[in-house]
C-alpha cells in the first residue's frame, strides 16, 4: 500500500527524554545500548525509571547490554500509524527479549518484512534523531556477530 | 471466598446502537437518554439514584443531571470500566454506602469523524512510556500490540489465522439473529483470510467495528431488587486484574490477568466453566475472545484454537458467545464492555427474540481494557442461581 507523504514529513514521531532515563539517552549519542540495573536486586529492567520495579529501591547502575537478543513477537504493519512512518511501506514492530531478560520493542530492519520470525536471533542497530542521539533497532544477527 | 455474592442486583439495562453505526445525538445528551431508559426498565427513577459511575467524569455526570450521589466512581480502565464499576458498586451496596447505583457510556466515534471531530490524542509529554519507548517505532494503535500476541499465540501453540477467523465466522452468525446488529450478513472462514490484512497476522474481519453506541446499567440492594419490575439479575461473583498498561511490558502475551480476575469471580460465585451457560467476552479482536476462552478455563492455555474450530460458540453450539453479535459484529464505540453487561442482563431475562438462549441462569461478563491489560470479570445469575 502507498502513501503519498510530503518530503518534509518526519518520519518517526520522536521520543522525549523522561525522568529517570537520561544515562539511558545519554549513551544512545554513542550508539550505546546501556540498561538500568537494581543494586539490590542485582537485576536489570525496562523500561528505566527512578526506582527499581522489583524492590523499590533507588540505587541504579547503567552496564553495557551485549546488544543481542531474540525476537518475542512481531506484527508487520501494512498501514503506517503516523502519516510519514516508513513512507508508506509495510514495517516490522517487534518485541525483542534481550540476553539480559529484559524486553523492549523495536523495529527489524536489514531483512524483509516477511522473512522476521519469532526467536530469530537479532543484534542492536542504530537510528539517528535529530538532537544527537539515537533509536535502538533491531536487525537479524549475523553469523560473525552471535555470541 | 463469599465476598459480595448476591448482595446486589442488576435491575436496569439498556443500550443505543444501529443498524448505520451512527446515532442521532452524543454526549451528556445521549448519556442521559440512556440512563432514563434504564431507569425506566427498572421501575425506578433519577431521584432514587445515590451512586454514579462514569468512565471519565462522574463528577461531572452527577452535576449534569442535578443529583447528590453519596457513591462516586470514575474508574477508566479501558473496555472493562464497567464490569469495573458493577464490581465497585456491588461493594458499596453491600457496605451501605449508597442503593441505587448507575453507570453510563456513551461514545459517537464513527460520527465525529464523518463530522471532521478531531480524535482523541495520547499525551505526548514525559513520563509516558507509551511515548518514549513505544510510538517512535509506528506502533499502530490498537491493532498492533492484539496482533503481536497473536503472532505469539501461532508461535507457541501452533494456532492458525483459520481458527481465529472461525471466532468472526461464529460471531457473525449471532449477529444474523439481531436485528440491531450493524453487520448481519453471514461470513465464511475465507472471506475474514480475503479481508485485508491490518497488522499482520490479524486481517480487517478480526477486528472489532468502529461505531457509535451508548449503554447504561442500574444496580440496587438484592432486598430492594425483588420489589422492582424487572427479574433482578444477581451480582454473584466479580474479579479484577491488571498487570500492564503498554504491550511490552505485559509479562506474557498469551496469558492475560483474566487467570485471576476469572478465578477470583468464579470463586466468589462458587462456579467452573461448566455452569455457564453464556459467556459475554470482549471480544476487540478475534484473538482477544480466544485468549478469554483459555484464561477463563473453558480450555487448556494453548486449546483456544481446537476449542473454538468446531463452531461451538455460534448458534447452537455448546458454548453460546457473544450473542448479540459482539465488538465484531454489533457494536464497538471504543469501550465495548457496558454492552456485554447489557447483552447478559436481557438474555438472563429471556428478552432476547431470535437469539434468546434457552433458560439461562448463569452468564459471565468478561471486559478486557487497554491493551489486554486489565481483565474484569462479573458473573450474573438469575434467581434460581442466588
Known amino acids: 500500500m502507498s502513501t503519498k507523504v510530503p518530503a518534509d514529513t518526519p518520519l518517526r514521531m520522536e521520543p522525549p527524554i523522561s525522568p529517570g532515563a537520561e544515562p539511558f539517552w545519554e549513551a544512545t549519542r554513542e550508539c550505546r545500548l546501556v540498561l538500568p540495573w537494581c543494586l539490590a536486586c542485582e537485576r536489570p529492567f525496562f523500561y528505566p525509571r527512578e526506582v527499581c520495579p522489583l524492590c523499590l529501591g533507588t540505587a541504579i547502575a547503567w552496564r553495557p547490554a551485549t546488544g543481542t537478543g531474540v525476537v518475542y513477537s512481531f506484527t508487520i504493519e501494512n498501514r503506517p500509524a503516523t502519516a510519514g512512518f516508513s513512507m508508506g511501506k509495510p514495517y516490522v514492530v517487534a518485541l525483542v527479549e534481550l540476553d539480559e531478560g529484559v524486553r523492549l520493542m523495536g523495529n527489524i530492519v536489514g531483512c524483509p518484512p516477511e522473512k522476521t520470525e519469532v526467536g530469530m536471533p537479532v543484534s542492536v542497530t542504530w537510528e539517528a534523531l535529530s538532537d544527537g542521539r539515537h533509536l535502538p533497532l533491531f536487525e537479524p544477527r549475523r553469523e560473525e556477530n552471535a555470541r | ?386
Open chain 2, 1 to 386: 471466598m463469599a465476598g459480595l455474592r448476591g448482595a446486589a442486583a442488576i435491575v436496569g439495562v439498556a443500550d443505543e446502537v444501529s443498524p448505520t453505526g451512527e446515532l442521532g445525538s452524543s454526549g451528556r445528551a445521549l448519556e442521559a437518554a440512556v440512563i432514563k431508559q434504564a431507569l425506566d426498565d427498572a421501575g425506578l427513577t433519577l431521584a432514587d439514584v445515590d451512586g454514579v459511575c462514569h468512565s471519565a467524569s462522574s463528577m461531572g455526570l452527577a452535576e449534569y443531571l442535578g443529583i447528590h450521589p453519596t457513591f462516586t466512581d470514575s474508574t477508566n480502565t479501558g473496555g472493562s470500566s464497567f464490569e469495573v464499576h458493577a464490581e465497585h458498586a456491588a461493594a458499596a451496596i453491600a457496605a451501605g454506602l449508597c442503593e441505587v447505583v448507575v453507570s453510563v457510556y456513551a461514545s459517537t466515534p464513527r460520527s465525529d469523524r464523518r463530522d471532521g471531530k478531531p480524535r482523541r490524542r495520547p499525551d505526548l509529554g514525559v513520563n509516558n512510556p507509551l511515548v518514549d519507548w513505544e510510538l517512535p517505532y509506528g506502533l499502530r494503535l490498537p491493532m498492533a500490540p492484539y496482533a503481536m500476541a497473536a503472532t505469539r499465540h501461532m508461535a507457541e501453540f501452533g494456532t492458525t489465522s483459520e481458527q481465529l477467523a472461525q471466532i468472526a465466522v461464529s460471531t457473525r452468525a449471532w449477529a444474523g439473529l439481531n436485528e440491531r446488529a450493524r453487520y448481519r450478513q453471514a461470513i465464511t472462514i475465507d472471506d475474514v483470510l480475503a479481508s485485508p490484512m491490518e497488522c499482520s497476522p490479524l486481517h480487517l474481519l478480526d477486528c472489532c467495528l468502529v461505531t457509535d453506541g451508548a449503554g447504561a446499567f442500574v444496580m440496587t440492594s438484592a432486598a430492594r431488587a425483588r420489589t422492582l419490575a424487572k427479574p433482578p439479575v444477581y451480582v454473584l461473583g466479580a474479579g479484577t486484574c491488571h498487570d500492564h498498561s503498554i504491550i511490552s511490558q505485559m509479562p506474557d502475551l498469551t496469558t492475560t490477568p483474566g487467570v485471576i480476575s476469572g478465578a477470583n469471580a468464579f470463586a466468589m460465585a462458587g462456579i467452573t466453566p461448566s455452569d455457564v451457560d453464556l459467556l459475554m467476552g470482549y471480544d476487540s479482536f478475534t484473538i482477544t475472545a480466544l485468549l478469554h476462552l483459555e484464561d477463563l478455563g473453558f480450555c487448556a492455555k494453548g486449546e483456544g484454537g481446537p476449542f473454538v474450530e468446531d463452531g461451538k460458540t455460534a448458534p447452537g453450539g455448546s458454548l453460546p458467545m457473544n450473542t448479540n453479535g459482539g465488538g465484531l459484529s454489533y457494536t464497538h464505540p471504543g469501550m465495548y464492555g457496558m454492552f456485554l453487561i447489557v447483552e447478559a442482563v436481557k438474555q438472563l431475562r429471556g428478552e432476547c427474540g431470535e437469539r434468546q438462549l434457552e433458560s439461562p441462569e448463569i452468564a459471565v461478563a468478561h471486559g478486557s481494557g487497554i491493551v489486554l491489560s486489565c481483565m474484569s470479570t462479573l458473573v450474573l445469575g438469575t434467581e434460581a442461581t442466588r
